[in-house]
């Protein structure tokens, strides 16, 4: 199916679908399965997506790579029975509108609350995500409360980036920022951030923008209405243990994740929305 020139949606041989985007500025896929985007290509540069060579892209399994979104609480939740980072990355998502400009792709998403098991999630609430694809590429999450209550919620957009070497891999912007590791306690980061080990940090107070320098290039990673984000990569022994990862795979890859979560936990009063927004581009 067409949806614009530069627009059509595709199938795994799996049977997910996505859309798959070529246009003069970039090349993307975004599937409809967890609203999660894989590829983002900006015509004349690098993939700025990871996807591991071992993902076999099976329904009800969040693809390891991309955007996964983590929605509505991120990471293991206080009833361990419940999935780790929430539901919303394995449910398939509405298409709701792809439009075309110049300078960029717009494709919208929704989540089907018919969908979302109530004990998880008693809310009534709408989320939608819109994926602008264009020389860079802006994802905004969007929460909406549709009922007479508050209501409170942690989450991600979960970004996996390329590196050919992460031991020659850095991230700048996060200085001054606290953070939390293996559940300790805050400290305070005083320099660049290299990888030499297991890197699990939850951060807040962080500036809105940091730099991601790789033997490839610098990638410029922005957020709004977010002040944590998060920095993961499982180093060796965790990567055994994950699921559609192959075990050196943490040699060329990184998280870094723009978060509400800790202290930065989004409250949405009756009536009213909250955007989480990531930009992602070289620079
Ligand atoms: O394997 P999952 O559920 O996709 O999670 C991957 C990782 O996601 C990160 O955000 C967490 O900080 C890690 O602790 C976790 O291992």
Redesign the pocket.
Known sequence: MEFSNSVKLARTDTGLEYFDVKSPLCQAKIFLQGAQITEFIPTGKNDLMWVSADEDYQEGK?V?GGI?I?WPW???HDNADW???GFA?KIVWRAEQVTETSDAVRISLSLPMMQVDRQFWPHESKLEVEFILGEQLEVRLTNTNLGQTPFSLTQ?L?TYFPTSDIKNTTVDGLQGAKYIEFGEGPFEQSDKVGFARET???YTQAAPVQCIHTPEGVIEVGRENSTSC???N?WIE?SKR??N?QNEEYLGML?L?AANVLEDTVTVEPGQSHTLVTTVCWR
Request: glycine share 4%; aromatic share 12%; net charge positive.
């Open positions: 969040s390891r996964p983590c991120f990471g293991v999935p780790a980072h990355r991600a979960h699990d940090m939850v998060v920095l993961w499982p965790k994950l699921s990862f998280c994740e």
